[in-house]
């Protein structure tokens, strides 16, 4: 079974880069039938789609984080990462990572980590 | 961006009750649509894919139903397990958007 777990800091300054790896365990990054996201969720509202990365390394983002953001993939390690440079309060939010199985929306889920900014 | 627009934005419901959310498109998504749970402190669980199909797991309590622009998340008969928050979202492009949600709470 599919498993994904997201690591990185609880805690960024303000303008500094948030950075969060997504490690897949259960099964291979590389498989062309699947694509890798990343999400949010502000505290008490609702699910923003950050991007998305193919096992290809092709990337895919939200049109108000295009400036900020960068997905990658690592198939060597069956991880992906998310950076979001100069990040204000406004980035505080759970962070999850997904798979987006072809057809299937995203049918699996990192169980997500909270990231505050703040000084 | 497409936008999807949920409504209502929060439900009031006894158990046993026939619950339906409702979901629109700005523009023609087909059928490229998936519906989540979401329980409070918890990822977010797909229910229903490419519309209308159940996932893996998902009691048969749960339907969804619609095509283009408007569909439908049926739940037949609300269990305590399903007051939680549901999300609607499409993928017919990579860039995808999500409704704003709907909080199923006890009446």
């Known amino acids: 079974q599919l498993h994904l777990q997201e690591s990185g800091p609880g805690l960024v300054k303000p303008l500094e880069t948030l950075s969060l790896t997504c490690t897949v365990s259960?099964?291979?990054?590389?498989?062309?039938?699947?694509?890798w996201v990343w999400l949010r969720q502000p505290p008490e509202k609702g699910l923003e789609w950050i991007g998305t990365?193919?096992?290809?390394?092709?990337?895919y983002y939200t049109s108000s984080l295009t400036s900020r953001v960068l997905i990658s993939v690592d198939t060597s390690t069956n991880h992906f990462s998310l950076r979001l440079t100069s990040v204000t309060a406004a980035d505080t939010a759970v962070y999850y990572c997904?798979?987006?199985?072809?057809?299937?929306?995203?049918?699996?889920w990192g169980q997500g980590t909270l990231v505050t900014v703040s000084s | 961006d497409i936008q999807m627009t949920q409504s209502p934005s929060t439900l009031s419901a006894f158990v046993g009750d026939r619950v339906t959310i409702t979901c629109r498109a700005s523009?023609?998504?087909?059928?490229?649509l998936a519906w989540y749970q979401q329980q409070p402190g918890k990822a977010p669980k797909l229910l229903i894919y490419m519309a209308s199909n159940l996932a893996i797991g998902v009691p048969s309590r749960f339907s969804g139903s619609g095509s283009g622009t408007e569909f439908t998340l049926t739940i037949s008969s609300l269990q305590p397990d399903d007051f939680a928050t549901y999300y609607c979202q499409h993928y017919h492009t990579p860039f995808w958007t999500f409704g704003q949600g709907t909080k199923v709470e006890v009446k």
């Open positions: 997904a798979r987006h199985l072809q057809d299937f929306g995203a049918d699996s």
């Open positions: 259960g099964g291979s990054i590389s498989g062309s039938t699947s694509n």
């Open positions: 990365v193919q096992y290809s390394g092709t990337t």
């Open positions: 523009q023609s998504i087909t059928s490229w």
